[in-house]
């Protein structure tokens, strides 16, 4: 497998996604992709998508320190394959999966991204 994967958009945790998303819009320009009770996504004008994640009990993040931002991975149309060839190259699955459209995975230094087949385009 040569390449399976794209960058689809950045994940940004807060405690009030509507919020972050405004601020971005505000910064960066753009539209908004949806809009529902745990996050917006907003297509800046270069192509990128951003999306302000809603999580219970956020702390902001202390810099330096912990890394909260990560990346969504489009896949090809076959996830569990994609997952696979991620795993067969090092990553190890999260402990947790909330969504099963998508696939939650730690690089061999422990940072989480994500794999999914959705799509951001709006």
Do not use: G, N
């Given at each position: 497998?040569?390449?399976?994967?794209?960058l689809a958009g950045l994940s940004l945790d807060c405690d009030d996604h509507e919020h972050l998303a405004r601020f971005y819009l505000g910064l960066l320009g753009g539209r908004v992709l949806w809009n529902d009770e745990h996050s917006v996504g907003i297509r800046i004008p270069n192509g990128l998508t951003v999306a302000a994640q809603r999580v219970d009990d956020y702390s902001p993040p202390q810099w330096p320190g912990a890394s909260v931002v990560h990346l969504d991975l489009a896949a090809d149309a076959d996830l569990d394959?994609?997952?696979?060839h991620a795993l067969a190259i090092g990553a190890k699955p999260a402990p947790v999966q909330p969504d099963p459209r998508w696939r939650v995975l730690l690089d061999p230094a422990g940072h989480p991204f994500c794999i999914t087949t959705r799509n951001y385009a709006g």
């Open positions: 497998m040569t390449e399976p994967f794209a394959l994609c997952e696979q």
